[in-house]
């Protein structure tokens, strides 16, 4: 069975501060993909990255960056200088591929507040 | 180009009631999964539908139940409502592969049962 443990319910920091939301994943498969998504008030969920298990490599974008490490099964999120905007929920999300179809499974997520 | 569109936005019904959601998949997706998601929880999957299928179903009841249709449009069915069915439901779009693809989300349903 998948599962995805955010252990940071809640985060609060000062604004143009750095945060790193941790992500911890469970899977029996070899081949399975990971995704953070924002949740702002609105309630709309928006894609922020996905990354494939064979591709270790992180990923900067911006004032976000990923950290995969497939040994610690984590895939932590940090946002660089925070900003107000910035506050919302953030989900992890583990899929795998189980006979081509698509089971996606989400941690609970992490509040962000960002304090100007 | 249009993202996923979810209709209505909000909607009240009382216990025992029967309530069907809509969603519009952004253009050029063929797939589309549902979830709920409780106050404070993540989405939990609750079916995927594919070519006019159901899929993949999650750990929901048969009073939960869906369609696709032609155009890969989707409906959700609840029936028999409980208190507990209150919560955000979302649909994603995804284009059919070997699975991993990256879902979109709509806006999503806020239903509450009274």
């Known amino acids: 069975a998948q599962k995805v443990t955010q252990a940071q319910t809640e985060i609060s920091v000062v604004e143009k501060e750095d945060v790193t939301l941790d992500c911890v994943y469970e899977t029996r498969d070899t081949t399975y993909y990971l995704f953070w998504y924002k949740q702002p008030p609105s309630g709309e969920l928006v894609f922020l990255i996905r990354?494939?298990?064979?591709?270790?490599q992180n990923e900067i974008s911006g004032r976000y960056s990923w950290n995969f490490q497939k040994s610690t099964s984590s895939f932590n999120f940090t946002i660089t200088a925070s900003q107000v905007v910035d506050s919302a929920v953030y989900f992890c999300a583990l899929s795998e591929a189980q006979g081509g179809y698509q089971k996606v499974t989400f941690g609970i997520g992490t509040k962000l507040q960002v304090i100007p | 180009d249009a993202g996923v569109t979810q209709s209505p936005t909000h909607l009240i019904k009382t216990r025992g009631q029967q309530v069907t959601l809509r969603c519009s998949p952004k253009s050029g997706h063929d797939t589309v999964s549902w979830y709920q998601q409780a106050l404070g929880q993540g989405p939990q999957f609750i079916f995927q539908y594919y070519e006019e299928e159901e899929r993949q179903r999650g750990n929901f009841p048969d009073r939960f139940s869906g369609h696709q249709f032609p155009n890969y449009s989707s409906e959700l069915n609840v029936n028999a409502l409980l208190l507990g069915d209150s919560a955000l439901y979302l649909c994603?779009?995804?284009?059919?592969?070997?699975?991993?693809?990256?879902?979109?989300f709509g806006p999503g349903t806020r239903l509450l049962v009274l």
């Open positions: 994603a779009s995804s284009l059919q592969n070997q699975g991993g693809e990256t879902q979109y």
């Open positions: 990354r494939n298990s064979f591709d270790e």
